[in-house]
């Protein structure tokens, strides 16, 4: 399995809404990442996890609030977001962190929020 | 703040023809870039990479190049075809200059190929 899976495909929430968003990779990978991406922009970094613990945040509002509870998974909850974070999110996975590994970083296909 | 940036943001060319999309970068430190191909409604797909001692990686009809001195780095795509029609981005991983990786992949704007029949 070289995948990175992600769910849901999409997402419509309401801004007092509480969701999480979910990403899985088995493929031995120790760092997984989040990213955000608006249309027409290039993927944006949020978080780092390294070795299942948070190494680095980026400046990220504390609506956002990333989980890893095992090496396979991550998640990102959502909380009273804004229609401003409506966007794609991305997650990625790599052997180590940064660095590729033989294919590089991992992205999965994203989850494409709407926040109303 | 740091950040790595293509020269183009759209690209045409003719099918069969071959196609240069390049990139710069401002960390001179930065150890390992990568070239990624995203297509509308999907995530970011791998292309090839290049590590900071190499200067030149062929892949299947990818070729990219990396220029230290300038900090340059492009993608060649041979004899592009319709399927190649996508953005493209090259991505650049922070180093701490030599204490270590960030683990921070950074993309640069991205350039959109089209490719016309």
């Known amino acids: 399995d070289t995948e990175v899976t992600q769910t849901p495909k999409h997402l419509v929430m309401g801004m007092t809404n509480k969701k999480s968003l979910k990403c899985e990779q088995h493929m031995g990978h120790r760092a997984m990442y989040w990213y955000k991406q608006k249309a027409k922009k290039p993927p944006e970094l949020m978080f780092v996890?390294?070795?299942?613990?948070?190494?680095i945040n980026e400046s990220v509002p504390s609506r956002f609030s990333p989980e890893c509870p095992n090496s396979s998974l991550l998640n990102l909850h959502l909380h009273a977001l804004q229609p401003e974070d409506s966007a794609l999110y991305l997650c990625a996975s790599s052997q180590v962190p940064g660095q590729g590994g033989l294919y590089g970083y991992t992205f999965g296909s994203g989850t494409r929020l709407t926040v109303v | 703040g740091e950040s790595v940036g293509l020269h183009l943001p759209t690209l045409s060319v003719q099918e069969g023809d071959n196609s240069i999309i390049n990139c710069a970068y401002s960390?001179?430190?930065?150890?390992?870039f990568i070239w990624y191909k995203q297509e509308s409604g999907k995530g970011p797909q791998f292309i090839i990479d290049i590590r900071s001692n190499m200067d030149k990686r062929q892949g299947q009809r990818v070729t990219v190049l990396l220029n230290k001195t300038v900090k340059h780095l492009s993608l060649q795509i041979a004899a592009t075809q319709p399927g190649d029609s996508a953005v493209y981005f090259c991505a650049e991983n922070m180093s701490k200059g030599g204490s270590g990786n960030t683990g921070k992949l950074i993309f640069g704007q991205g350039t959109t190929l089209q490719v016309k029949p």
């Open positions: 960390n001179s430190a930065s150890d390992y």
């Open positions: 996890y390294s070795y299942e613990k948070l190494s």
